[in-house]
């Protein structure tokens, strides 16, 4: 009976759909086809739909929600589990017991995520002859379900995706052979299948910037931070920073490939969101200001149109981010910025009204599916905002993060993970994930001064933005508070496949301006 949900659990369920782009929802319904009816699974519409199809199988409820979180974590929606209650390390330990997705169905997701776009072109052509000829446009989850559906992909017969693989990407078959590794040495586990978070995106490696320095920047009373600073280290050297398998193969192309083209009529536009005052407990982000003028001012000279909003609410923000989705004039321009400052915990910024809102829905607003006029333009977002619990903050330094008092299930949330699927984009945070950020109440926050600083001394000498934002970072990293005690950070990820390189201006930066 609906009576015996609680208001509570199904506003939970609300604002998890909310968060939730057209992509997850698609994910969610291929984890859950061995779930549920696949012909109510067809009618699916929204994430709502399928936590309702969830409770009516009762695998979910008010007392029982993991399945959901297990969800929400194999399509790394991790910043989404502290609504249930849960963190990405707490469902990983419970995964061996509880977890309902088989590793086939894993496997599969995994290899869907791993399939760019001009693959899947690939392999429709190699199957045009088992495909369905009225099916003309077909994502990667959809064309396995149809090769599901004649019977030509089993959970014990995996040949044909084999050997189409071996014909248009060897590189894919790492995923199926550990898949069919586990399945002979562990028959027994059913959810033991490991979820790789270095696997190839849609059309392009996620590579993420990390440094030594990371692991002096330390949360009071918190051991387990610094293991997992010098584990993100380890982590990010073993990923394969090789391009994508259609580039890699093709020489000549790849040498024509050494910058985005930024010669166009228009630059383009950057946004930037300055929250500065709140509803609720959150604290008023004194010196913001300064940070939004000073971005105004770089990105103005830089030859973009700046656009800022102010306190905007978390349904604001979204709001926003459709408008700007939807635009136009983006085909007529080289590029999109956009830089948000305000409160922010793991994977997620706060809005006026003290709602989060997940950076990776945000930046999804603009691939190529939701903004094709964007496509194979960079798209460069700047967040300055706090990824974890606020450390005790002296008079002139706050720090960008919830306030004591507000309870918070603090969860991990990697910049790599927050990034869209796909390549051309670039995630600039202000502080590695489970951190603070800081921010000078008069002269503003470290890594905004930083970043405008060295834009206006580095784009005049033709560095492309990688190398800018190691120097930010090498600039962040030298910064103390007052007393000498508290440090800092930033990391960028990104799935840039050229350098990223402004035209040098030809006014003098503004820091030199009078």
């Known amino acids: 009976m609906e009576d015996d949900v609680s208001l509570k659990f199904r506003r939970q369920l609300l604002l998890i759909d909310e968060n939730l782009v057209a992509e997850d929802v698609a994910a969610l319904k291929f984890l859950c086809t061995d779930l549920l009816p696949f012909k109510k699974l067809e009618r699916v519409k929204s994430a709502l739909d399928i936590f309702q199809l969830l409770m009516a199988e009762e695998y979910l409820n008010e007392e029982d929600t993991f399945l959901l979180a297990e969800l929400l974590y194999r399509i790394k929606c991790h910043s989404l589990l502290k609504k249930l209650g849960y963190t990405k390390e707490k469902v990983q330990e419970c995964l061996h017991e509880k977890g309902r997705v088989s590793p086939y169905r894993q496997m599969l997701y995994e290899l869907s995520e791993n399939i760019t776009n001009e693959m899947l072109k690939d392999i429709i052509f190699l199957l045009q002859n088992w495909l369905p000829k009225?099916?003309?446009?077909?994502?990667?989850?959809?064309?396995?379900?149809?090769l599901e559906k004649q019977g030509l992909l089993t959970e014990n017969n995996v040949q044909m995706l084999e050997g189409v693989c071996m014909k248009v990407s060897p590189d894919l078959l790492e995923t199926i052979n550990c898949y069919k590794r586990a399945k002979v040495s562990l028959p027994q586990q059913e959810n033991t299948l490991p979820v790789k978070e270095s696997s190839l995106s849609h059309t392009g490696d996620i590579r993420v910037f990390a440094s030594p320095q990371e692991t002096s920047i330390k949360s009071v009373?918190?051991?387990?931070?610094?293991?997992?600073?010098?584990?993100?280290?380890?982590?990010?050297?073993?990923?394969?920073?090789?391009?994508p398998g259609e580039f890699r193969n093709?020489?000549?192309?790849?040498?024509?490939?050494?910058?985005?083209?930024?010669d166009g009529p228009h630059r383009g536009f950057c946004l930037v969101i300055n929250n500065v005052s709140f509803d609720g407990s959150l604290q008023e982000r004194k010196g913001s200001c300064k940070d939004a003028g000073e971005l105004e001012r770089v990105f103005t000279w830089l030859g973009l149109d700046?656009?800022?909003?102010?306190?905007?609410?978390?349904?604001?923000?979204?709001?926003?981010?459709?408008?700007?989705?939807?635009?136009?004039?983006?085909?007529?321009?080289?590029?999109?910025?956009?830089?948000?400052l305000s409160h922010g915990e793991s994977g997620?910024?706060?809005?006026?009204?003290?709602?989060?809102?997940?950076?990776?829905?945000?930046?999804s607003h603009f691939t190529a599916k939701q903004c094709p006029q964007l496509a194979e333009k960079p798209k460069l977002f700047f967040i300055q905002a706090c990824q974890g619990k606020e450390i005790q903050r002296p008079v002139y330094v706050e720090a960008d993060a919830q306030i004591p008092d507000l309870p918070s299930m603090q969860q991990s949330v990697s910049p790599s993970e927050s990034?869209?699927?796909?390549?051309?984009?670039?995630?600039?945070?202000?502080?590695?994930?489970?951190?603070v950020s800081f921010r000078h109440i008069e002269q503003g926050a470290w890594y905004i001064q930083a970043l405008c600083s060295k834009l206006q001394l580095l784009v005049p000498r033709g560095e492309d933005i990688l190398s800018i934002l190691t120097e930010v970072n090498e600039d962040v990293g030298?910064?103390?508070?007052?007393?000498?005690?508290?440090?800092?950070m930033p990391q960028p990820a990104y799935t840039l496949r050229r350098k990223f390189i402004f035209p040098i201006p030809r006014d003098p930066p503004p820091s030199q301006q009078h």
């Open 134 to 146: 009225r099916r003309i446009t077909l994502s990667a989850l959809e064309l396995l379900i149809l």
């Open 221 to 243: 009373g918190s051991n387990t931070n610094d293991n997992k600073a010098a584990n993100l280290t380890q982590g990010f050297s073993e990923m394969n920073l090789e391009l």
């Open 250 to 262: 093709v020489e000549n192309e790849s040498k024509k490939m050494t910058s985005y083209k930024m």
């Open 306 to 340: 700046v656009r800022t909003y102010k306190n905007l609410t978390s349904l604001q923000i979204k709001d926003v981010m459709q408008t700007w989705q939807r635009l136009e004039d983006h085909k007529d321009r080289d590029c999109f910025i956009c830089c948000i």
């Open 348 to 363: 997620a910024i706060y809005g006026k009204d003290e709602e989060l809102v997940s950076i990776r829905m945000i930046m």
């Open 419 to 435: 990034i869209p699927e796909e390549a051309d984009f670039l995630l600039g945070m202000a502080t590695i994930d489970g951190y």
């Open 478 to 488: 030298r910064r103390v508070d007052r007393w000498g005690t508290k440090k800092q």
